[in-house]
Structures are given as structure tokens and as C-alpha cells.
């Protein structure tokens, strides 16, 4: 590995944690930038999968404050998040990689569409909140399924899993924001434990995009906690909007 490689998938990590903790699609910027450097598909998808993950912590860490109260919640969809990973994980180790190839662009496109409908749905869906504090089954199903895509592959889980929170959940959008780096952080850590265990992993480049993403997991989420919604929801289409375009290139 060159030294000009190794700082580009440096500063990708660091531009990864920084997107990760403030929306999710970081892996949109660390993947491509393995397969530019000649790692193969899977590889570099696996690779990418275990080097996030102690960026996704230092996100977690800088909003611990918002995470305050939401134990109860993040244990009951936690359970589901990581049954989806694993279940994803799986898949990606045993099915062709083509198999969800045309249908992962639909799935963001969709989860933008329910960023922007997110205020009107969510008064739709109040007197269903009553009875359902953690969203009920309905929104548990849909932490499963999103686990499921982020185990395989995991671009823009972080938005698809923002507007299922926003939908289903009565609460400030940082506060569902924090919610949504413990649920991927889950689906991300079990998949990585897989891979760890059953496939190989280049450690170099993984090693590099933590290092980065650890940096810049901490400084997204120290400043991206301070967006406010009317700044934030925009950011979340406009970055989904972009990993859909990018996956349908």
C-alpha cells in the first residue's frame, strides 16, 4: 500500500465518521474509495463493515446526552437491530452480491420520500403512539428489515432507520438521531463479528478507515448534534438523494 493510498482511505474514514454520525451513508464514501484502489466488491464491503465501526461509537459517545432516557426503547428495537444484522450478514456471505443490487436504490429513495412526509405522517400515526411508546411492531419490523440491508451492505441505513424513527416515534429529531446511531451501530457490529469470524477482512485499509472514522465519528456528532430539524431533515434527503444516485451509476 502506497503512502498516497493509505492517507486517501485515511481521509475517507474521517469524511465517513463525519457523515455517519450526523445522517448515515458513510459507507458511500469509504467503498468506492476501496474499489478504486483495486480491492475486490465483497472484500472491500467487509473491510469497509468492521473499519466503521469505532467511528459509529465515537458518534455515539458525542450524543450521550440525547441518548438519556431512551434505554427502555433502544433495548427493545436493539434486540431487533441485531437479529436484522446478523440475518443480512448472512445473506452476504452465502447469496450472489447481485442479488439486492437493483433493489438497495429503491429502499433510499423510498426512506427520502418518508424524511419529507415524516411531520405529516407522524400526526397521522399520533393516537397509534398512545398505546406504542417504542413504536410498536410496526416500527420493530421495519428496524428488522433495516438491519437486514445493513448487515449486507448498509449504505444510508442511517436514513431509512431516521425516518422509521421520526414516523413511529414522538420525539425531538437529535434525540431519534442519537436512536439511530445505537440501532446501526448494533446492525454494523454484529455483521463485522460475522465477518471477523468467517471470512477475511483486509486489516490495512480497515485499520486505516477506523483510525479516521474514530476522529471523525467524534466531531460529527459534536457538531452535527447541534443542527437544528429545519437544517437537518433537508441534509438527510439531499444525502440520500445522492447515495441513490451514486448506487444507480
Not at 158 to 184: P, T, Y
Request: charged residues 5%.
Amino acid at each position: 500500500m502506497s503512502l498516497i493510498e493509505a492517507l486517501a482511505i485515511l481521509v475517507a474514514g474521517f469524511a465517513a465518521g463525519v457523515i455517519n454520525a450526523i445522517v448515515g451513508s458513510g459507507t458511500l464514501i469509504t467503498f468506492p474509495t476501496l474499489i478504486a484502489f483495486g480491492y475486490p466488491p465483497f472484500l472491500a464491503n467487509v473491510s469497509n463493515t468492521v473499519g466503521l465501526i469505532p467511528g459509529i461509537g465515537s458518534g455515539i459517545f458525542s450524543y450521550r446526552r440525547e441518548l438519556s432516557g431512551q434505554t427502555r426503547r433502544l433495548c427493545t428495537l436493539g434486540v431487533f437491530a441485531l437479529l436484522g444484522g446478523a440475518v443480512g450478514s448472512i445473506l452476504l456471505l452465502q447469496l450472489p452480491g447481485a442479488v439486492f443490487g437493483h433493489v438497495i436504490p429503491v429502499l433510499i429513495l423510498v426512506a427520502c420520500a418518508l424524511v419529507i412526509a415524516q411531520p405529516r405522517l407522524s400526526k397521522w400515526l399520533a393516537h397509534r403512539r398512545a398505546g406504542h411508546p417504542h413504536g410498536g411492531l410496526p416500527l420493530a419490523a421495519g428496524v428488522f428489515l433495516t438491519g437486514i440491508y445493513g448487515g449486507y451492505f448498509g449504505a444510508a441505513q442511517g436514513v431509512i432507520l431516521i425516518s422509521l424513527l421520526g414516523i413511529f416515534l414522538n420525539d425531538e429529531l437529535q434525540r431519534l438521531n442519537g436512536a439511530k446511531q445505537i440501532l446501526a451501530g448494533i446492525t454494523n457490529a454484529v455483521a463485522a463479528l460475522m465477518f471477523i469470524s468467517f471470512t477475511h477482512v483486509a486489516w490495512g485499509p480497515a485499520g486505516l478507515i477506523a483510525g479516521g472514522a474514530t476522529i471523525g465519528g467524534y466531531i460529527g456528532g459534536r457538531y452535527g448534534r447541534l443542527l437544528p430539524a429545519r437544517i437537518l431533515r433537508p441534509l438527510i434527503v439531499v444525502i440520500g438523494v445522492i447515495a441513490a444516485v451514486h448506487l444507480l451509476t
